[in-house]
């Protein structure tokens, strides 16, 4: 049996998001991620399909569970234009220097808290200025983190979720 993944890197307030996901097939997950409704948040697959995410992590943890080829766009607060990402053979291009805020105190107990407490307030800056414009204002404290710290986080995240998973004798499922 694989070990557990090491989340030692993984700070102890995000690893409670954990706790509201545990148990579920990673795959499963994209149900909670996804919306209806446009968002500043853009997945395109390589056929086509758009997919709107709560959050700018929600794209890179989707990015990880649906283990293809996409595009990302992600708008900024105060900003028109996205910034394009891209996931490409399990790499992150993105430009170096932008930057995703992370809250750091959400409420967690719950998805609904998560959503209301985290999801709104996990944003895609094009640099350490403007984060620092936006977070000096933001109504709940947050802390900047590269985009690569930030999509190795979530593939930490997937990994455990998906090792949690097989533990539980639920390996394969699928949501779609």
């Keep these: 049996m ?6 030692s890197a993984v700070p102890a307030h995000l690893k409670t998001l954990l706790d509201c996901c545990e148990g579920q097939a990673p795959e499963a997950m994209l149900r909670d991620f996804v919306m209806f409704t446009p968002t500043p948040h853009v997945i395109q697959t390589q056929n086509g399909v758009r997919i709107y995410t ?17 595009d990302i766009e992600t ?7 996205p910034l394009q990402l891209a996931f490409r053979n399990g790499q992150l291009q993105a430009p170096t220097e932008a930057l995703m805020a992370l809250p750091t105190q959400p409420e967690t ?26 977070s000096a204002t933001a109504p709940v404290p947050t802390t ?13 995240l997937i990994d455990r979720l998906t090792h949690l998973h097989t533990l539980n004798g639920k390996a394969g499922v699928q949501c779609c």
């Design 109 to 134: 107990q719950t998805s609904a808290d998560v959503h209301r407490s985290f999801c709104p307030y996990t944003l895609v800056f094009s640099g350490i200025e403007s984060d620092q414009v936006w």
């Design 54 to 70: 709560r959050c700018a992590l929600d794209t890179f943890l989707a990015a990880w569970i649906l283990d293809e080829n996409i």
């Design 2 to 7: 694989p070990a557990m993944p090491d989340t």
């Design 144 to 156: 900047p983190v590269t985009l690569q710290n930030a999509f190795q986080l979530a593939h930490t």
């Design 75 to 81: 708008t900024p607060p105060s900003q028109t234009q």
